[in-house]
């Protein structure tokens, strides 16, 4: 089974830069698509990027898209969500993921293991 530990989370203001790190562990992480998620309290968690296991797709939810950026890097068996222009309502605990099945495109669907998150929160 993957384990999965994300770092980077903070509290920064907005228009500020973050970058997360998740570290993965427990299998080939080469063979695997990653995501991210984020969940504020009350509310469902909400998709925000992911990475084919080739790294050729890369998927963005409507409000990330030209803001953040995920990349992977398989030597260091860790994907990153580089977060940029950061706005108040980007404040929430981020969830690195991983689907169940290899060689995946890295739709929201798959994914079933989750990391235990980090809190990223933006002040005005």
């Known amino acids: 089974q993957v384990q999965l530990v994300e770092s980077g989370g903070g509290l920064v203001q907005a228009g500020d830069s973050l970058r997360l790190s998740c570290a993965a562990s427990?299998?080939?992480?080469?063979?695997?698509?990653m995501g991210w998620f984020r969940q504020t309290l009350g509310k469902e968690r909400e998709f925000v990027a992911s990475v084919s296991w080739n790294g050729n797709r890369k998927g963005y939810g409507d409000s990330m898209k030209g803001r953040f950026t995920i990349s992977r890097d398989n030597a260091k068996n860790t994907v990153y969500l580089q977060m940029n222009s950061l706005k108040p309502e980007d404040t929430a605990v981020y969830y690195c993921?991983?689907?169940?099945?290899?060689?995946?495109?890295?739709?929201?669907?798959?994914?079933?293991?989750w990391g235990q998150g980090t809190q990223v929160t933006v002040s005005s």
């Open positions: 993921a991983a689907p169940q099945q290899p060689y995946g495109l890295g739709f929201a669907r798959e994914f079933g293991f």
């Open positions: 427990g299998r080939t992480f080469s063979r695997f698509a």
